[in-house]
């Protein structure tokens, strides 16, 4: 049974640590040109892609992606109903060795969130995720990961054994900022 052979996840997030709105509208403010170029080049390099029932990556070619969708309305791995390529997951009754046997791809796993899959995928191993980070204000939104914002993002990653491995400046006018974290 195999799994994927990397994973990366992919954020952009508020000075909070924050994703989106408390009800899960994802604001302009963090929406940049820059990291969307980053995130679709990124996503789109990648071999499959997994998310929550709220979230995808959007963008002409989502459809099309090989796709792990979680969803606790389902037991274990059930066919997406809409999109041919996308399965429905549940961990808690497969596996992601099962879901990826059942996805039948081979490859990079780029994960997209939103809180909850970014916190599994934390226990599970990232190899990289690649934090953006935009001077934007997004009180009371939904966190990256469980546990922020009374831990930044940053010590959630640290706490998992990541390490920061590179940083740079995405967008110099937005002062958006991205940061490179990989398995220590
Ligand atoms: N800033 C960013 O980088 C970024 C990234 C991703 C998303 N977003 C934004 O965040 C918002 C959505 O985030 P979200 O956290 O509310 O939603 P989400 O993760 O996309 O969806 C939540 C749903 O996914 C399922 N789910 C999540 N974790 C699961 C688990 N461990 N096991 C089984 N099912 C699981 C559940 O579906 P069921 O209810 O069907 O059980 C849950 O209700 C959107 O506005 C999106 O645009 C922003």
Redesign the pocket.
């Known amino acids: 049974m195999a799994l994927p052979r990397r994973i990366e996840g ?4 508020s000075r909070e640590g924050m ?3 408390g009800d ?3 604001p302009p403010e ?1 929406k940049n040109d820059a990291d969307q170029r980053f995130f679709h080049d990124g996503v789109g390099r990648a071999d499959a892609v997994a ?5 995808n990556e959007g963008g002409p070619h989502a459809d099309e992606r090989p796709r792990l969708v ?4 389902i037991a274990a791995l059930a066919p997406h109903p809409s999109h041919p390529r996308a399965l429905l ?4 009754g497969a596996s992601l060795a099962q879901a990826w046997d059942a996805l039948d791809v081979d490859g990079t796993l780029a994960v ?6 970014f ?2 995928f934390l226990a599970l191993g990232y190899d990289d995720f690649f934090l ?1 980070r935009a001077p934007a204000r997004v009180p009371d939104g ?1 966190p ?1 990961f469980p546990g922020v914002p009374a831990q930044t993002p940053e010590d959630v990653l640290a706490a998992h054994g990541m390490i920061k491995r590179a940083e740079r400046v995405l967008d110099d006018r937005a002062a958006v900022m991205l940061a490179q974290w990989s398995r220590a």
């Open positions: 992919y954020a952009i997030v994703i989106c709105t899960r509208v994802f963090l998310n929550g029932r709220h979230s979680l969803t606790r309305r997951w549940n961990p808690m997209v969130g939103g809180t909850d899959v916190g599994l953006s939904r990256v």
